[in-house]
């Protein structure tokens, strides 16, 4: 959502979080990094050869 253009904010309440803080933790994070850690960490993340 917030990729896409979400407030802040109305992610905060959409998820039910207390404070903006909690929500920020999400601002870190990229679809693109969380594939390469899936990648890296998953047995069947990445195909080896």
Request: aromatic fraction near 2%.
């Amino acid at each position: 959502m917030l990729e896409h253009g979400a407030d802040l904010n109305a992610v905060k309440e959409l998820l039910g979080h207390a404070s903006l803080a909690a929500t920020q933790v999400y601002t870190h994070n990229t679809v693109e990094k969380l594939k390469r850690v899936h990648a890296q960490a998953h047995p069947r993340g990445a195909r080896r050869a």
